[in-house]
């Protein structure tokens, strides 16, 4: 399901947004030098518990 870009004006996100007590970020707030850090972090910790074959987030 695609979704316009801009939302239109009238959508319940743009509503949500005039709130006072609501920030919306873009979608490039997960690229700060820190939220990559914690990413490439995170994906090393699963290589090496893969690697060890043990397990990690797993819902069974």
């Known amino acids: 399901m695609t979704r316009p870009e801009p939302p239109p004006l009238d959508s319940a996100i743009m509503r949500l947004a005039q709130r006072h007590n609501v920030l919306v970020t873009p979608h490039i707030a997960w ?4 939220a990559q850090q914690t990413l490439a972090d995170q994906l090393g910790e699963v290589l090496a518990t893969f690697e060890r074959g043990a397990r990690m987030n797993r819902l069974d």
């Open 31 to 34: 690229a700060s030098l820190e």
